[in-house]
Every structure is written in C-alpha cells, then in structure tokens.
C-alpha cells in the first residue's frame, strides 16, 4: 500500500511540476525576469519555511542542530540546482512546455540517478551505490542502459525540434511558441538537465536533517521539508542574483510598480506560479518517503513531469501546423525518453 501511495504523491508533484508554468505565462507587461524571481521568492524563500512549520514544529532547531559541513553541502548543491532551474525557465521560454521540457527533464532524469554513484564512487558510504558497483549489478546496468536510451530520445526530440524551426515561418513560431527559438533553447536545455539533478543530490545530502526529524517522532511522511528549506536559500541565491543583473541591464525594475500593467493580477499569478512549482516536491519528499529509493523516486517523478508538461504542450497546440512526420518524432523522442526513465526506476530499484 505505501508504493501505491508513493506512486499516487509523485503523480501528483509531476502535475504540479508540469504546470506551473502556466500562470507566468498570463503576466502581462513584465519582462521575464521580473516575474520568474517574483514567482521564485514564493517558491524558495515564503513557501518552503511555511510548508516546514506546518508539518515539522521544530524544523528550525533542527537546522540549527545540524553539522556545518551537511549545511553547506546541502546549500552548494542549491546553488547549482539554482542554475539548472533558471535555465529550466529559459529552455521552456525559447522551445516551449513540450520539446523544452523532454529535453530538460530527459538530461535531468539521466544525471540524477548519475551524480550521488560517482559521489559515492570518491566517497564511499555505507548503504550508497557507487559508480563501479553500477558497472557491476544488473540493476546498475539497467540504469546505464536507461540513461544511454535517455540520451537517444534527447536527440530524437531535439531532431524534432530542428524539423518545427524549418517547417514554420516565423509568425507561426510565434503562435506557437513565442519566443522559438531552438539553438538558444538547446543550449540552455543541456546545461538545466544537468544542473537540475543536483536537487536530487541536495537532498541526499540533506537526508541527516531529515532523519533528525523522523527521530524527533515527527510524521515521517513530510521528513524533507526541513531539508527543502537549506537546498532551496541555495537555488534563491543563484536566481535572485541573476534576475536583479537582467533588471538592472533590461532596465525592468519598473515592472513590481507599473501601474500601467495589472499589478495586482501578474503578482498574483507569480505566486500562484511559485506556490505551484513547491508543491512538487512537497509531495515528491511524501513519494520518496513511502517508495525509499531516492533515485527511483527522482525518475518516477521526471517521468510523471514529462507526460503533464507534454500533454499542456497538445492542448496548447504548440506543434500545431507541423508535418505529420515531424509529430511522429516527437511522439517517438518522448516515448523513448519515458521508456529510459521506465528502465531506470527498474534498475535502481533491483539495487
């Protein structure tokens, strides 16, 4: 029974995580930076504490309790996190919910059952898989095998990609997507899918703050809220840094008191839009929490992601006066990614 709610709290967090993007894009008149870190001070900075304090009275001794160097390590990994998740917002602006996120979340699915085995294989601790013993279990094979798949379902989608750019003029690019544009998109896409799947590790690092918690006798379920808290100051930093640059080049500070656009509503839709985006690991930390297995937990959720974000791409017609043939690729890229994701759970969970 605890699988199956596991299963139903990742399902969950992919449709929040599939969505959240669309209350930003019915913010009308503010530059994207202005409403991607109002959007984000919700998401990394109210919410995350707010979610805490409800469910772990507590969770700010507990950090206060917490070894310097786990701290540290946990806010490291934010920051990098924080870069893969800026140019999340960046690869679905120029490629669109569906070709941006198969790509981003593919390259993300991939490094994040990756990244803690190489940790592991420098440092080795008792109960983590290290690179090596990857090479050397079937259940590690499997995740290999996933991850080269995930590689090739990339490159199916990205072909699909350069088919959309050839076929439509630019006006109807900009129907569909408005600001296409598959080089920049790309290239923002690789770097978020590999720096996004620093969170996973962010909250493995984390874990001694989460079993603080659960030792306190307080509901296991929601033990990686407290962590969330540390991994997500880390992702605040890089985020608000780099929107305060593009408001002082864009000369868009104007936007948070431009009583000419509706304030009241982009403000609210931003944070809609944040309180949104942290509701996906909210119940992804309640799935990994019933599932145990934090790198099959990390793929269930990427996969779930990839089907809502891709189903929003259809019902916003984002491939819309494409060829036939160009629809058929990216059908097979995306099934080839979910496939590879598929075959990594399973590999991870025969670890």
């Known amino acids: 029974m605890g699988i199956i709610f596991g299963i139903i709290f990742h399902f969950i967090g992919g449709i929040a995580s599939g969505s959240f993007y669309m209350p930003f894009s019915k913010v009308k008149g503010w530059k994207w930076e ?9 998401s990394w900075l109210i919410v995350p504490p707010l979610a805490a304090w409800l469910t772990l009275p507590g969770f700010s001794e507990i950090i206060a309790s917490t070894n310097i160097s786990v701290l540290l390590f946990t806010y490291a990994m934010g920051l990098l996190w924080g870069i893969g998740g800026l140019t999340y917002g960046l690869g ?40 090596n013993q990857l090479l050397a279990t079937t259940g590690g094979q499997l995740v290999l095998l996933g991850v080269l798949i995930c590689l090739v379902g990339i490159f199916i989608s990205g072909r699909a990609g350069m088919m959309k750019e050839k076929e439509l003029t630019e006006d109807k690019k900009k129907e569909t997507v408005k600001e296409f544009n598959l080089n920049k998109g790309l290239l923002v896409a690789i770097i978020s899918g590999i720096l996004s799947a620093c969170f996973n590790f962010g909250i493995e690092a984390g874990k001694p703050m989460a079993e603080t918690a659960v030792s306190m006798n307080l509901n296991p379920l929601f033990q990686n ?107 097979i890229g995306i099934i080839t990614i979910i496939v590879s994701v598929i075959i990594v759970g399973v590999g991870n969970s025969l670890k």
């Open 225 to 331: 809220n407290v962590t969330y808290v540390v991994l997500l100051w880390g992702g605040l930093t890089t985020n608000l840094l780099w929107c305060l640059m593009l408001n002082a080049k864009n000369k868009s500070f104007g936007d948070y008191t431009n009583a000419n656009t509706p304030l009241f509503k982009n403000y609210l839709l931003s944070a809609l839009a944040g309180t949104t985006w942290f509701l996906q690991f909210f119940f992804y930390g309640m799935g990994e929490s019933k599932l145990g297995n934090g790198a099959s937990s990390w793929i269930l959720h990427m996969a779930f992601i990839i089907l809502v974000s891709n189903l929003w791409g259809i019902a916003l017609k984002e491939w819309k006066g494409t060829s036939n043939k160009t629809i058929r690729t990216i059908t």
């Open 34 to 42: 202005s409403y991607w870190i109002t959007g984000g001070i919700f």
């Open 92 to 131: 679905v602006r120029y490629l669109g919910m569906s070709l941006g996120n198969s790509v981003v979340l593919g390259f993300c699915s991939a490094f994040g059952a990756l990244i803690p085995s190489l940790y592991y294989n420098i440092n080795p601790q008792e109960g983590k898989i290290s690179f």
